[in-house]
């Protein structure tokens, strides 16, 4: 097959019958500085529609020395809330006439430094990291090239710029009330204790106990990863060391709760008496029949925050905040909590 070639700016002017230089400044919008006829700029604009033409983003980013191109670094793609803010930024970036390049690191550091110099590679305006490293030295090293946020995630003592969802005060409300139900018995099912997630997580959920007089058990808490895997393989043994449900659980994120929820469903405990909670919500909580208590991060937001933040520092224009934590609202279900609240 005959490869088509592109139609290009002089293309256009000479279908037009007009210079090269006419149909630059009417593509360009420039039609009225540089005192071009209406009929002409009508002429070049008709022209161009019906032959398709598009203006080379190669071509744009020599004139003003961008990509237009973001790059986001996450750990997985089917991460329900990374998924979710992946979403939200793409659209944000599409109606702003910039391009989301997506990559993944699947927790391991040295495919992220592999993947970050990849996107380094491709002249991307700003890079948006959620990041597993345990340092933030080569981020701030790439800071004095292009801007970089962190976000979901930040490194400790780190000066960079990030946006993240408060955990730890969020988490101890939810569980202070638990606990009250439940004082003699409420496990903690969590990721990875080495990121920043895992730990404020886990300092919520312990600081909650403490606010109900709860003297916590060390077996109670379980680490694995942030894979649906591990929370089905955690729950399974804690179910099998107890021989039943745990009275009481909080799961650290929606991939761990999906595989509690598996076990569960395999094995008909979702009619059981447990009282869940989780930190992280999804759409699909409101359809079960086990009732599930959240704090409940809004994706959407921590996506506008990350994209504004990265335009103005690519602008280098003065931003009053650059650490956000934002605040999560707290999704109460369980009969249970619903009574405390009443």
């Not at 991307?124 to 946020?149: C, F, H, N, R, W």
């Not at 659980?249 to 469903?265: D, P, Q, T």
Request: hydrophobic residues 40%.
């Amino acid at each position: 097959m005959k490869k088509t070639k592109r139609i290009t700016i002089s293309g256009i002017a000479e279908l037009a019958g007009v210079s090269k230089s006419t149909a630059s400044q009417v593509l360009n919008g420039h039609s009225k500085k540089f005192r071009i006829s209406d009929t002409t700029r009508d002429r070049v604009l008709a022209v161009a529609a019906e032959q398709h033409y598009q203006p080379s983003i190669h071509a744009r980013s020599l004139n003003v020395s961008r990509s237009f191109t973001l790059g986001l670094v996450v750990p997985e793609m089917t991460n329900y809330g990374f998924a979710a803010c992946s979403n939200e930024l793409e659209t944000l970036c599409r109606e702003n006439g910039m391009q989301l390049l997506i990559a993944c690191t699947d927790e391991n550091t040295s495919q992220e430094t592999m993947v970050v110099n990849n996107l380094i590679q491709r002249q991307v305006d700003g890079l948006i990291v959620a990041s597993s490293m345990l340092s933030d030295a080569e981020y701030v090293k790439i800071s004095q090239q292009l801007p970089v946020i962190l976000f979901d995630r930040y490194l400790q003592e780190t000066q960079l710029p990030l946006v993240v969802c408060e955990a730890i005060e969020s988490s101890a409300e939810l569980v202070a009330r638990v606990a009250k139900k439940h004082p003699d018995e409420f496990y903690f099912l969590g990721g990875q204790p080495r990121i920043s997630p895992t730990r404020d997580r886990l300092a919520g959920y312990q600081l909650g106990l403490e606010r109900a007089g709860v003297s916590p058990d060390p077996e109670w808490i379980m680490y694995g990863n942030y894979h649906p895997s591990s929370g089905y393989e955690m729950f399974a043994n804690l179910c099998a060391r107890l021989g039943r449900p745990p009275k009481a659980l909080f799961v650290a994120s929606c991939g761990l709760m999906e595989g509690v929820l598996r076990y569960m469903s395999q094995h008909k405990l979702l009619e059981s008496d447990i009282h869940l909670c989780s930190f992280d919500d999804h759409y699909l909580y409101d359809s079960l029949t086990v009732k599930i208590d959240t704090v409940a991060q809004d994706c959407k937001e921590l996506a506008i925050h990350c994209f504004d933040l990265i335009i103005s520092l690519i602008n280098e224009q003065p931003t009053e905040q650059i650490q956000s934590y934002l605040a999560p609202k707290l999704h109460w279900r369980h009969p249970d909590s619903l009574e405390v609240i009443s």
